[in-house]
């Protein structure tokens, strides 16, 4: 066990490099010249080729992409993220600014999309092909195929313009998140929801449920005692793999609702060919994606007993 | 003998899922005392599991279940209880063992818990004392180490431990009535009679009433008090273990006896399977089900439907659907 935890921090470790290689090298080999965009920045149109050389030098942006990229790894790996080269500000400042942001929105959009898809995939289960499941059912299915642009401009007009209740742009206050919670959380909500739904037909339909009505539990004991905890690792894996995808969620939602969180921040870098900013970010997506899935892998091994305990042999 | 504790009456089962609708059972009866052990025997398909899992409403989901006929649990009929009070009665009332208890029991619950939670809720004990139980109860089904095993999950067991496991869990709830349905078939063959020891033990301590299940002749006649035969969903035989095993009428029991290896010593000729395979229940046809694959077949076999007929008199009726046998053989019937 122990063993297996140490591969999986060290595979989740490795594939961080190469991942933050790889875009790297990608934004290195994106058109557009560091350089000129710095010698802009500080003498605007004056900028000559001999500024731009001189600092295209003092940057190390001549020496070869290997070099280059263990330079940015280890200025990285002490916090140290270059400066935007859109607003001019050190990485770390804009990262200390707006990750928390982001964290909102993800960490409230992560507990509705639980909470969510628990209710509607438990109340289906109930329900068991009654108009509360078909109900459910399309529901899921419309929050699984409508774009998050969409629901937010819905929401927003329903919400904001008609009825008043929260502002429309913005974060002022606990209300001012609720819209783009709901936006982000719809999609991911939907589709876990349907998890929870057919992971629980499935276990149902165990020999071990049948032992549950046995043992003369109700039907709805047996679907949340027995049923539900064999529908907790499929349901770790897929909540993982939705929560990952809500960072480019966010991208989105970010923008729509103003929230200046790291989202936000890298549509702009890339408007504004920042690739000092780009570079950053998406380091950060790259730390984001791997540890959650560690997370996620090393929370399903602990939570199946077979593989918490591994039978002696 | 004691008046019945479980007694079944004209029991049809219709099962339809989208695929198929299927007469599992047809018109069967039978009863169980305290005390008694009552076997069915048959082939695989011939209604068994649907026949003692069914009227307690254990058919898995996604399967439409159609009963008539009456079930009555200690005089009551369970076919007409509404889903919560059949629930209530399932667990206090009757225990199930199932076959293989690898994947009868929960992967994600411990053993003992579940255990104490029964004690604790039909036999009224406090949590304390229902965690004791739960441990007596494991060493009593001969689990080594009970308080051990109690914190273990189902994969930290072996298979024989697990059906010990399992018939625990179904005498927590002190049932009245045990039902196991080939609790033997998924074991290694040394540790299918110690289980086989092990319910007898039990039944014999708790005055328990035991429908048992299986394939196994050896343990029929070993265990069982009365016999059913089942054959496509009906009775074809049905007598004391002796008269069943001993003096066998119907040509499918005669067949289904002789294909049990070294079961008689003095037949031991050689076994024969039953040529052909059993009738398909989607499709009902009049007469005797058997008469596809029966050597003594009449062609009135194909048009009537053969009733059970009393052929031995005793405490306990020895009775046969199979008319052609009894003519031919000059057999004394007493209804
Ligand atoms: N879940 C189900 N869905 C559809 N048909 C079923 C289902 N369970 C049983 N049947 C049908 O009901 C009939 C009786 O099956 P049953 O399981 O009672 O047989 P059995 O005697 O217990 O056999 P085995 O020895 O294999 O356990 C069979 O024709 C079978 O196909
Ligand atoms: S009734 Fe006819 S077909 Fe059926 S068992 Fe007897 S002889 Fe065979
Ligand atoms: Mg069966």
Known sequence: MQRMFMRRTGLALLLMLAATALTFALVSAAPGNVAALIAERAAGAGADGEMIAKIANDLGLNDPLPVRYLRWLGDAVQ????????????????????????????????????????????????????????????????????????????????????????????????????????????????????????????????????????????????????????????????????????????????????????????????????FIGMQAVLMLFVVFFVSVNLIVDIAAMLADPRLRRPRKA | MNAPVYAVENLVIDLYTPSVSVRAVDGASFHVSPGETLAIVGESGSGKTVMTLGPLGLMPEGVAVDLRGTARADGRDILTLSPSELSALRGGFFGVIFQDPMSALNPMLKIGPQLASQAQKYAGLSAEAARKEAVSLLARSGIPDPEDRYDRYPHELSGGMLQRAMIALALAARPRVLIADEPTTALDATVQAQILALIRTIQKEDGIAVVLITHDIGAVSVLADRVIVLYAGQIAEEGTAIQVLTAPVHPYTRGLLASVPDFRSESATGTKEIPGIPPNQAQLMPGCRFADRCDMVQATCHSHRPRLQTVGLGDVPHRVACPVVIAAEGIVTHD
């Open chain 1, 79 to 274: 916090g140290d993220f270059g400066v935007s080269l859109r607003t001019g500000k050190p990485m770390s400042e804009e990262f200390a600014a707006r990750i928390p942001k982001t964290l909102a929105l993800l960490a409230g959009g992560g507990v509705l999309a639980l909470a969510l898809s628990l209710v509607m995939g438990l109340a289906g289960a109930v329900s068991n092909g009654g108009i509360v499941d078909k109900l459910l059912h399309g529901l899921a299915l419309v929050g699984a195929s409508t774009p998050n642009f969409f629901v937010a401009a819905m929401l927003v007009i329903v919400f904001s313009v008609m009825l008043g209740w929260v502002p429309t742009f913005g974060v002022s206050g606990f209300t001012s998140w609720l819209l783009p919670w709901i936006t982000i959380a719809l999609f991911p909500g939907s589709v876990l929801a349907r998890v929870v739904r057919v992971n629980l037909q499935e276990a149902m339909s165990r020999p071990f449920a049948t032992t549950g009505f046995a043992k003369g539990l109700t039907r709805r004991a047996v679907l949340l005692r027995e049923a539900l905890p064999n529908i907790l690792i499929p349901y770790m894996t897929t909540f993982g793999a939705q929560f990952t995808l809500m960072m480019i969620g966010a991208i989105v939602v970010e923008r729509v609702f103003g929230l200046n969180g790291i989202g936000a921040f890298f549509i702009e870098a890339i408007r504004f060919r920042d």
